[in-house]
Each structure stands twice: as C-alpha cells, then as structure tokens.
C-alpha cells in the first residue's frame, strides 16, 4: 500500500489540497477538490471545467505533479509544540476520462495520481518523514 493508515486517514478527512503542476511560465500551484480511492490509494482530482484548465494542459506536456494537503492540529503535533501537519505526495499524473463527474457540477476529466515519494509531517509521529513509494 501507498499511504500508512494514518495518512490515509488524514486524506480522508480534509477537503481540500494544492496541485502544483509545471507549465511553460514555471509551477501553477491550485487548489482542487480530491478523492482517495481506498483499496488502491490513488488520488484523484477534478473540478469544474476541469478538462480545459492549465493544469490539465500542464500535465500532458509534463505528467510530473506534486500534491500538498495540510492543516493545523487542535493540540500540538509535533517538535516544540508545532501543530501543522500534512503530506506532499511527488507523483506522476495521468488524465483521466470518467464515465460519469466525480461531484455534480464537475466536468468528467480527473486527474489520477500515481504517487513516487510520500513527504509527511506530524502525522505517524513528531516531525518529518520522507520516502519513496
């Protein structure tokens, strides 16, 4: 499996992440609604008018994305009483075209991640921890 049960469960739970993609002006970094599909932990990210968008033009000249969820923790989470916590998941993007949109008012082009490296921090302990996949 890709995410630890901690990570997965943290992605579960928030709403929202940043999709860094690379276009010919350097990153655009959005924000984006996602979805984990748990029995193969991929990620995946849509929107409206999602298939004429940058990023999707971004991705098929580079499928190369990196994807950051974060927050800030109720209670100290990590060394000398951080809160935030979070994951940056490296991961290869493949453009997707479902059979139906994933939300209502969604376009049904999504992008699949297929995470490499996994970076996370204060979520299975205090401080960061880093590797590929």
Avoid: C
Wanted: aromatic share 6%; net charge positive.
């Amino acid at each position: 499996m890709t995410f630890t049960q901690t990570e997965l469960r943290y992605l579960l739970d928030q709403p929202l992440g940043r999709l860094a993609t690379l276009g010919p002006g350097g990153p655009q970094i959005t924000p984006v609604a996602f979805w984990v599909d748990t029995s193969t932990h991929r990620i995946e990210i849509s929107g409206p008018n999602f298939g004429t968008s940058r990023k999707v033009r971004n991705i098929h000249a580079d499928p190369r994305v990196s994807f950051v969820v974060d927050d800030m923790a109720a209670e100290p989470v990590g060394p000398g009483g951080q809160t935030g916590r979070g994951l940056e998941i490296r991961a290869r993007a493949e453009i997707v075209s479902a059979g139906r949109p994933l939300r209502e008012g969604f376009g049904n082009v999504l992008v699949r991640l297929h995470p490499r490296r996994i970076l996370a921090w204060n979520l299975d302990g205090p401080g960061p921890h880093f590797r590929d996949v």
